[in-house]
């Protein structure tokens, strides 16, 4: 087993560029008889980093995408770094990687998501890339990482960031890289040595509107405890589920007398 | 009640401007009665965009976020889209509104995610917004829309694109920019005439390491099981929640006998 460190060498910012980051995990690496080769491109050049895996090792196995991003502060902080590096860097790296994966009928994908983010806002390229890989047996499956490191240091108590060893997430990184290992499009919260699993929880919601009439923002505030409402939610995996319900709606209205049925039910 | 419709006119794919789609909406607000500007830059030009609104009506209280964006159908094309204009259209024009909502202390900001987003891949804009809007009445949601649109009829047949109304959307974003509406953070389907909403659910997990001991996969690969098992699931709603369950894991550990208990209990 050889491997490929990438690191650009960042600072907590974005900016600045050294090598010793990488470097320090390839001696590492050669320290305990391992083979690695140390690479210090950006992500966001996708294509070199994987031509340099290619031309060193001939095939793609496995690749973590493990970026720098700052916690978020402010607005303005998260943004710049998530969207310039983290999400478009994932994009690239995948891109870039894809074609061989499929052609070698073997990939696996882990991205890093951080928990503010689990619990806010959502993107696409886990479902996508878990989606689209199946078949070639490329997965897709996403971290939330809680460890000491260069990032966290700067907003942790020190004895925090000393007992939240990085040797902790490593493990679920590797296990979801194992060939043995089928899971995919999963998104797991680690850290401390505990592993958790997340998924979506979806009220039964409320139906809205009536018959050949208008639907209004009234109804919508009159519903509102019903449509928050989470006694017998469903768990939706996908979208097709998701659609198929909504879609479903159309009929139940146009029969009439249904109105306030859950769509799922 | 005056608007300011912003619509670059771009095509489904991004590229194009023109000003027909913003004029003909704004058209319909005034045969109404109702007063409209219409607006072509792009959500990339946000500070642009919020001072033509400050220009025109001296303040600004609700904007809604909604640029084009295909379905998923290549990894290729979600990203570009997802990442060049929405993630950053988002951010851009909230970065621009942010400060004069928080002088007037009244904001209410709705993004839109789309369902092959919510049950995949996480961003951060819609938590961290919420959370640092709060003490500032500024509230932010997110709605995951299904509706006929110039977007939806490439991919849906055209009496699906008739039905799914966008008048069956309209309401819910209405009542989510009222000053009544106390809702912040939430994620919401909706279409059809139904409304729902989303929650994270988290599995018990389980503890994989044991003191003074390092942690390895193969721990992590025996308890698989129990760690995707998602009887007596928790409902975190928020990254403290999710820190504090993981950081107590480390003096569980410590006392030891503990091992496999859940964080959360
Ligand atoms: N540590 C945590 O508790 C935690 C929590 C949530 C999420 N995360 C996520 O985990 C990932 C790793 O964070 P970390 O804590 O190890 O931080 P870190 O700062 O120790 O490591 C990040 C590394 O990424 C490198 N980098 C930055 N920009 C790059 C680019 N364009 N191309 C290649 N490399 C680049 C930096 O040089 C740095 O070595 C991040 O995505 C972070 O958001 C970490
Ligand atoms: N219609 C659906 O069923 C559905 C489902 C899921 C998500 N969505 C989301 O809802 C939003 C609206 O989609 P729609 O169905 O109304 O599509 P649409 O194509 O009818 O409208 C999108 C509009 O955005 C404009 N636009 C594109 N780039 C812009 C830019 N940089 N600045 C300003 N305006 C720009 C386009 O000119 C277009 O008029 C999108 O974010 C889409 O992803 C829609």
Redesign the interface.
């Given at each position: 087993q050889i491997s490929l460190m990438n690191d650009l060498g960042a600072d907590t910012k974005g900016g600045g560029k050294s090598s010793a980051a990488a470097d320090k995990v390839v001696e590492e690496i050669r320290a305990k008889g391992g083979k690695a080769v140390a690479n210090y491109d950006s992500v966001e050049d996708g294509e070199k980093l994987i031509q340099t895996a290619l031309d060193t090792f001939g095939r793609i196995g496995v690749y973590y995408i493990c970026t720098a991003m700052l916690w978020?502060s402010?607005?303005?902080l998260?943004?710049n770094l998530?969207?310039r590096v983290h999400?478009?860097g994932s994009?690239l790296v995948?891109?870039a990687a894809?074609n061989h994966m499929k052609n070698q009928k073997f990939g696996r994908i882990i991205?890093t998501?951080?928990?503010?983010?689990?619990?806010?806002?959502?993107?696409?390229?886990?479902?996508?890339?878990?989606?689209?890989g199946r078949k070639y047996n490329i997965h897709c499956n996403?971290i939330a990482p809680?460890a000491g490191s260069r990032l966290t240091e700067t907003v942790m108590p020190p004895d925090?960031v000393a007992?939240?060893k990085p040797?902790?997430v490593a493990?679920?990184v590797?296990?979801l890289c194992?060939d043995?290992?089928q899971?995919n499009?999963?998104?797991?919260?680690v850290?401390?040595?505990?592993?958790?699993?997340?998924?979506?929880?979806?009220?039964?919601?409320?139906?809205?509107?009536q018959k050949n009439q208008?639907?209004?923002?009234e109804?919508?505030?009159d519903?509102?405890e019903k449509?928050?409402d989470?006694t017998d939610a469903t768990?939706?995996?996908?979208?097709q589920e998701?659609?198929q319900s909504?879609?479903s709606?159309?009929s139940r209205?146009e029969s009439e007398g249904e109105v306030g049925a859950n769509?799922t039910a």
């Amino acid at each position: 087993q050889i491997s490929l460190m990438n690191d650009l060498g960042a600072d907590t910012k974005g900016g600045g560029k050294s090598s010793a980051a990488a470097d320090k995990v390839v001696e590492e690496i050669r320290a305990k008889g391992g083979k690695a080769v140390a690479n210090y491109d950006s992500v966001e050049d996708g294509e070199k980093l994987i031509q340099t895996a290619l031309d060193t090792f001939g095939r793609i196995g496995v690749y973590y995408i493990c970026t720098a991003m700052l916690w978020l502060s402010e607005l303005i902080l998260i943004s710049n770094l998530i969207q310039r590096v983290h999400l478009r860097g994932s994009f690239l790296v995948t891109r870039a990687a894809w074609n061989h994966m499929k052609n070698q009928k073997f990939g696996r994908i882990i991205m890093t998501a951080s928990a503010a983010g689990i619990y806010g806002n959502f993107g696409q390229a886990n479902y996508s890339a878990a989606k689209l890989g199946r078949k070639y047996n490329i997965h897709c499956n996403t971290i939330a990482p809680v460890a000491g490191s260069r990032l966290t240091e700067t907003v942790m108590p020190p004895d925090l960031v000393a007992s939240l060893k990085p040797e902790y997430v490593a493990p679920l990184v590797l296990w979801l890289c194992h060939d043995q290992c089928q899971e995919n499009g999963g998104l797991f919260e680690v850290g401390a040595g505990w592993i958790g699993k997340l998924r979506w929880e979806r009220s039964q919601g409320d139906i809205v509107r009536q018959k050949n009439q208008p639907m209004n923002p009234e109804a919508v505030r009159d519903q509102w405890e019903k449509i928050c409402d989470f006694t017998d939610a469903t768990k939706p995996t996908n979208i097709q589920e998701s659609l198929q319900s909504i879609v479903s709606v159309l009929s139940r209205v146009e029969s009439e007398g249904e109105v306030g049925a859950n769509p799922t039910a």
